[in-house]
């Protein structure tokens, strides 16, 4: 794929953030701005994502504001359905990425990432393969938003949700996340319905009451795939640190904090987690809990050879027997799978060949 130009507009992430409501008043009060300069700017960029070029066209001192802090790498359209990977390279030459997805009903969804790599390490993730994982940084994880935006307005579409399901463990990064959360619902800023925001772990019980806690309103989602302690493990390595038990209660705990379900996410493989009595078991687990059951085909990725999604009458099997429970349940069906549809799966390539920025 071409590479696309770097942004003219350089870098901000050590400079005067736009997403930084005090620091942007201070820049105001020494420029001696009117109020209204700087309302109109935000409202402009982060409300209505408009091009830059429309944002600073009558902005005072433009050439002082930065305003992003990521450069658009690469840009990919899936040729089979409404999806676009877009790959981000931040200051220290490092690749992330973030998933446009076009719903056929209208509706628009935008993948973000919180990390590159993830220490979560599961073992059919991409991104868990890259090795140690580092926290990006409140800025850059809101200019993925701010960019992937500004594409969709230029296209006269509207970005509805964000979930926070790509490149590495959300709670990992629990302090930047929560500055992401509280910027994205600010109404000086992005002014985002909580409600449109949904945040993906892998399960950190403490990390998920405290974010409830905090943030009432955004969706969480745990990725469960089994409840057989055993294979939850080999699945998900981190698993050993935190108990089935923890999590169920961690769950509960959610579920008194928000009207919203918990959904559960559970993917899909062959002959390990996709049989009948496994079905009746997690039906058994989440007894008692508010939760949605989104089960998830497996895309296969070159870092796990071994592992096979399950058979399309096998999922509507084992989605069958939850109904059956009287569980709410979704089969997810992904969209991307000629873009490298597994998170991650292209950023490793990249990075392993991409100069780094000095």
Known sequence: MEHLPIRTHGRMCNMTSIYNASALDEFRKERSLDHNSIRRLRNRLLKQFLSDEVVIADFPYAPQLVLHCLELYQRIDSDLDGATKL?????????????????????????????????????????GHMGIAQNLSASQILDQVLQAGQILTSERRQLHNIVFMGMGEPFHNERNLAEVIETLTDVRQFNRSPASLLVSTVGIPKAMIRFANRFPQVRQALSLHSVDPEIRKAIIPLASRYSLPDLKHAIAEVNRL?????????????????????????????????????????????????????????????????????????????????????????????????????
């Open 87 to 127: 790959l981000f390279r931040t200051d220290a030459g490092m690749l992330i990425e973030s998933v446009i997805l076009r719903i056929a009903s209208g509706r628009t969804t935008l993948c973000v990432s919180s990390q590159i790599g993830c220490a979560a390490a599961c073992e059919f993730c991409a991104t």
């Open 258 to 358: 928000q009207n919203a379900p918990l959904m559960i996410e559970y993917l899909m493989l062959k002959n390990r987690n996709d049989r009948i009595h496994q079905a009746q078991e997690l039906a058994e687990w989440v007894q008692g809990l508010s939760v949605h059951i989104n089960l998830i085909p497996f895309n296969p990725i070159e870092d796990a050879p071994h592992l096979e999604g399950s058979e399309p009458e096998a999922i509507r099997a084992f989605s069958a027997t939850l109904k059956a429970a009287g569980l709410k349940v979704t089969i997810r069906y992904s969209l991307g799978a000629d873009i490298s549809a597994a998170c991650g799966q292209l950023v490793r390539k990249e990075n392993r060949r991409s100069p780094t920025v000095n």
